[in-house]
């Protein structure tokens, strides 16, 4: 009600959905402080703020997952004082998590009813479930055959899965945090028109997300988060820069997210000749020079990643040379790799990067370690000095270097994993697979900014990015892969969105067309 | 007040407050617990279970388990009776008894990480195989030890205190120094946290698995050969579910099952804290059927102190 005040087009709609000074504190931390907003009836409202900026646990108090210490949610005129996320569906809300709540060996149809099987005496009625659930799917324009088991679905089907729950529910509030981190542009496109059609119901719709683009496209009125507090509210987008936004999730102005420095390539360092493994049968070659921040752009799925993985060891190599320097390496693993200079940061960080459960200071020494310890003996100095050295070097915003890394955002946990490889001896190759993939905008120019220092020490660096922006922004020379071979290569006075996603796409689509999707992604 | 209390057991260091709490609290309530004479028995008791539980320790937080420790002790037993027998050298014994622990474990190990069969699977497969083993090697019965200096590995006594208890210390200090100090340890709580991730930060996974079962396999060897001094022979029946103590007293003492976490503090207590209950049960001469109960229960309530603290600790 407060921030009614605030609004810009003068006219106030009905609210629906409101926050009023929802606090939530943690021993030693505030996670959210004194944060009301409201949404209207029939809105599509944004969410937005950098990692740790309290959006999560805004929306956990929604879902009933975390209590308010104060404050409450209204909806519709009625306090809630649901203390369950089975209490957030009984008033009507649904929470769209990044990680989607499905059991992969049920079918589509089994997970839409799971916990309300209709039934008879006990026995399901199939017959009854299928219909029920295909009404359902058809209302809500979804077209995924129900009799499918989840395990078979792709990401973006298994999200409409999740949505359907929603609409199966009746919900009023529906939140989705970061729907679209793993979705593909199409998929996008059909959870956006999946949108549309929920709003045009009535629906409220809250949507959590980093990427100003969707958000501007998608959403009817916006809230930034900052460390906890609520930074803006937009009843309207109208007049509302992206510039505006960014500032406003940052708290600072920044005129130029990439930041681009030109520098000198130096020579050769990496060959890659007649790669080949079991992911990527065709032979691939190619090299990237000391100095040089090389890119590799490609649609998901065009085996950028696994030719990473073939280059730094993690898959078997079945054929093909790798040079450094002139000298052919034979790693056969990645220890081996490491060992020659070569070292990868996983596109997938939680599964391949990150070791949960054990502290940033584990994190950092795990690898660096065996430079300064004797007969298999820590050095302990040594390691809590690396570790202090590179949470300060890299900016990990963390209380201690004893910290879980599991606890920290997407961002300082991407920084620690590059605290890994800078704590090495000898890299003359890095490979970032997706090095800002989930991470907010003012972590993502630490991160390149750090890329290009590394660059300027001579080292070649190879980054992996399926954001067309992010490597036309960084990169001074772009490979294309398409699938599984490399089909074109710029350089950075070369670059043009068409030529690059040209390049990247199999003969029968249009670039056009993909290409002013690619651009909203 | 509350809240300093709540603070103090859901703590990082609540398990070891809680053992303190409750040995005060036995020692008080339970006659005759607290004499040195009951204090050694109490030690004695748990010597086994507790060396055992040092690398057991290592290999469930490596994500890894061992089912085989029980039949591996019998059977080092068997075969460091059998050996000295033959050879007239317990040394020799020894000897076998570590290098037959040893062989066992490198095989679980080899077959675990090398052709990637599950851990549970395959120690349940060594445990009866080894088990075997040690019933053909006896023919099923007992082996009687022929020099009775053997006996004297168990019996005697440095500064007062018997050999084996110095023995459980000394790996107690050693495991704890492999846990915290060692690239070796390091790496088996990173492979617990992800193994994936481990093998891409370099870690060399399957060799540090193998060494974890080998290392396993020679303690069980040196806990088979004081246990068979202890009962003076060498008992192909011995030890017979050794694995689920030794993993109770690993999972009271705050090891996940999950891998990735493990103290040595933590470990200890757990053993101590089995060997309490059952050490004050038996002072209070309460049938053995009870004691089963009562190791379940409290195995249950450790499991759920350990829930609550870590929701007490809170993920933000």
């Known amino acids: 009600m407060k921030n009614a005040a605030r609004r810009a087009d003068g006219v106030k709609p009905m609210a629906f959905l409101e926050f009023s000074r929802i606090t939530k504190i943690y021993p030693g931390v505030t996670a959210l402080a004194d944060v009301s907003f409201d949404v209207a009836k029939g809105a599509v409202h944004g969410l937005m703020g950098e990692n740790g900026a309290g959006k999560s646990t805004l929306i956990k108090i929604l879902s009933g997952d975390l209590q308010a210490n104060e404050g409450r949610i209204t909806i519709d005129g009625a306090p809630q004082t649901y203390a369950s996320a089975k209490g957030a569906y009984n008033a009507g809300v649904v929470v769209i998590h990044q990680e989607l709540q499905l059991v992969p060996e049920l079918t589509v149809a089994e997970n839409l009813v799971l916990g309300r099987f209709p039934a008879n005496a006990g026995i399901i009625s199939r017959r009854r479930m299928f219909v029920d659930v295909e009404a359902k799917l058809k209302s809500a324009g979804i077209d995924i055959d129900p009799a499918r088991k989840i395990k078979t679905l792709s990401i973006g089907e298994r999200q409409m899965v999740e949505i359907a729950k929603a609409v199966m529910l009746d919900a009023r509030v529906i939140a989705l945090d970061e729907p679209t981190s793993s979705l593909s542009s199409r998929e996008s496109e059909i959870l956006f028109a999946l949108i549309e059609r929920l709003r045009s119901e009535g629906k409220v719709i809250l949507y959590v997300s980093h990427r100003l683009d969707e958000v501007f496209k998608l959403c009817d009125s916006l809230t930034v988060l900052r460390d906890g507090k609520l930074a803006a509210h937009h009843a309207s987008l109208k007049g509302v820069t992206r510039d505006q936004v960014v500032a406003e999730m940052v708290g600072r102005e920044i005129s130029d997210i990439w930041g681009y420095r030109p520098r000198k390539a130096g020579q050769t360092r990496l060959t890659v000749n007649g790669l080949r493994g079991e992911k990527l049968l065709q032979p691939v070659s190619f090299e990237a020079r000391a100095g040089e921040i090389l890119g590799f752009f490609g649609l998901i799925g065009a085996g950028r990643s696994e030719l990473m993985r073939l280059v730094y060891g993690a898959d078997r190599r079945l054929g093909g040379s790798i040079d450094i320097d002139g000298k052919p390496i034979d790693a056969r693993d990645p220890r081996g790799s490491i060992r020659a200079g070569i070292v990868l940061c996983s596109e997938d960080r939680k599964h391949d990067g990150i070791v949960q459960g054990r502290s940033i200071e584990e994190n950092i020494n795990i690898s660096s370690r065996r430079h300064h310890s004797r007969f298999g003996i820590l050095n302990r100095v040594r390691e809590i000095e690396t570790a202090e050295i590179f949470i300060k070097k890299l900016r990990v915003r963390t209380p201690s270097r004893k910290q879980d890394i599991a606890n920290l955002s997407g961002g300082n946990q991407q920084k620690v994993i590059l605290g890994r490889w800078l704590s090495e001896q000898g890299v003359r190759v890095l490979i970032v697979d997706e090095p800002t993939r989930g991470i907010d905008v003012g972590a993502k120019s630490e991160i390149y900014e750090l890329l290009y220092d590394l660059a300027d020490d001579g080292l070649a660096i190879i980054v992996v990015s399926s954001e067309l922006p992010e490597v036309m922004g960084i990169c001074d020379r772009v490979l294309v892969m398409c699938g599984g071979r490399i089909s074109a290569e710029l350089d950075r006075d070369q670059f043009a969105e068409k030529a690059i996603l040209a390049a990247a796409l199999p003969d029968k689509k249009t670039p056009d067309a993909i290409a002013s999707r690619e651009q909203t992604a | ?316």
């Open chain 2, 1 to 316: 007040m509350t809240n300093q209390l709540k603070r103090l057991l859901l703590g990082e260091q609540g398990l070891v407050v809680i053992f303190v709490l409750a040995f005060a609290l036995v020692s008080l309530l339970v006659p005759n617990f607290l004499t040195e004479r009951n204090m050694l028995g109490l030690f004695q008791s748990v010597v086994t279970v507790g060396i055992v539980a040092c690398t057991m320790m290592l290999c469930l937080s490596a994500r890894d388990f061992d089912l085989s420790v029980g039949s591996t002790v019998a059977f080092a037993g068997m075969v460091a009776v059998m050996v000295s027998n033959a050879t007239g050298s317990i040394a020799a014994g020894l000897l076998a008894a570590l290098a037959c622990g040893a062989a066992v474990g490198f095989i679980n190990g080899f077959v675990i990480a090398k052709f990637h069969i599950n851990a549970l699977i395959t120690t349940l497969a060594t445990m009866q195989i080894v088990r075997g083993l040690a019933l053909i090697a006896s023919d099923g019965r007992a082996v009687g030890i022929n020099d009775p200096n053997f006996y004297q590995l168990a019996l005697s006594k440095l500064f007062g205190i018997p050999t084996p208890i110095w023995v459980l210390v000394v790996l107690f200090v050693i495991s704890g120094f492999v846990l915290n100090r060692t690239v070796f340890g390091k790496n088996t709580l990173a492979i617990g946290g992800n193994p994936e991730a481990s093998r891409l930060a370099g870690v060399n996974v399957d060799r540090t698995r193998i060494w974890i079962f080998a290392l396993q396999g020679m303690v069980c060897g040196i806990a088979g050969v004081l246990l068979a001094s202890r009962i003076t022979s060498g008992q192909p029946n011995a030890a017979v579910g050794l694995e689920l103590s030794v993993i109770s007293a690993c999972v009271l003492g705050g090891v996940s099952l999950a891998g990735g976490r493990a103290t040595m503090s933590g470990v200890i207590v757990g053993v101590m804290i089995m060997g309490i209950a059952e050490n004050a049960m038996n002072l209070l001469n309460i049938p053995a059927f009870y004691q089963y109960i009562v190791r379940g229960i409290i195995l249950l309530l450790a499991v759920l102190l350990d829930n609550l603290r870590s929701s007490a600790l809170g993920r933000r």
